[in-house]
């Protein structure tokens, strides 16, 4: 697991697995953590990791909720659990769906865990909005598309934007059951602004990103996503994504886009 110092206040760790990110933010004495990466032995560092740079840990975030973003409190249990509405409602309408497929994963990899995932009781929280933290302010801008639920979480005074499963150096754009091109469309076109704003961006999936770097990346994501919609399955794939992993994502898409017979 790396992690990499973006501000006094900001702190990323990337996953061993999924390049999966989990973005520690301070405002005086509070601390959040954001998404969560995906190995128990990480999971079980991040609190160390957290006191050495004196964050102290008050409460979690996710951007959505795909399991792989949930793992957080297996850090912190006692934080509450902070999400956007439409995850909370996602949560709601799919019991236990988070639970089942971490299951499946950690089968499938040997992986074993402490403790089953608990996601009760999350704080559902108004998006577009803001969240306080210490004396400051986190803002909320929702997203869709990959999914129907979620977020970005801007850090103003870092100029720090956590996208959630957007604009990734590593993954291209990934409709899911629940998402939608359009919709991804849309979230591009919110998020543009504030990534060209932006000092750095953390993607949900790879390495945080500078502005510029990120603001190509989503210029690249939107033409691969206006290409599929018109030619499917010949979309070009961007340049520097066109593995195998990425191949059965597009495949994926491609289902998606087409109208069933
Ligand atoms: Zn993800």
């Known amino acids: 697991m790396k992690a990499v110092g973006l501000h006094p206040d900001v702190i990323v760790v990337t996953s061993r697995f999924w390049q999966t990110t989990c973005t520690l933010v301070r405002s005086g004495t509070e601390a959040f953590c954001i998404d969560s990466p995906v190995l128990p032995d990480e999971l079980e560092l991040l609190p160390a990791i957290a006191a050495q740079a004196e964050f102290r840990v008050v409460g979690c975030l996710a951007t959505h909720a795909d399991w792989d973003h949930l793992l957080g409190r297996y850090g912190f249990g006692d ?29 499938e990899n040997y992986v074993e865990r402490p403790a089953p995932l608990v996601l009760s009781a999350p704080q559902s929280l108004p998006v577009p909005g803001h969240c306080g933290i210490g004396e400051r302010e986190l803002e909320l801008h929702p997203t869709e598309g990959h999914t129907l639920d979620g977020m970005a979480i801007r850090i103003p005074w870092a100029e720090v934007v956590i996208v959630g499963d957007y604009v990734s150096p590593v993954e291209i754009p990934w409709i899911s059951a629940s998402g939608s091109a359009s919709a991804y469309l849309a979230t591009l076109d919110r998020l543009e602004p504030l990534v060209a704003a932006a000092g750095h961006v953390v993607p949900g999936h790879g390495t945080p990103l500078d502005g510029e770097r990120a603001l190509a990346i989503l210029r690249e994501d939107r033409a ?38």
């Open 79 to 107: 934080a509450p659990l902070g999400l956007a509405e439409s995850t909370a409602a996602r949560l709601r309408n799919e019991p236990g769906a988070a639970q089942r497929e971490l299951r499946d994963f950690d089968e």
């Open 224 to 261: 691969y996503l206006e290409a599929l919609v018109e030619r499917g399955a010949d979309a070009p794939l961007p340049l520097a994504r066109r593995t195998g992993a990425q191949r059965k994502i597009h495949a994926e898409n491609v289902e998606r886009v087409t109208p069933a017979r």
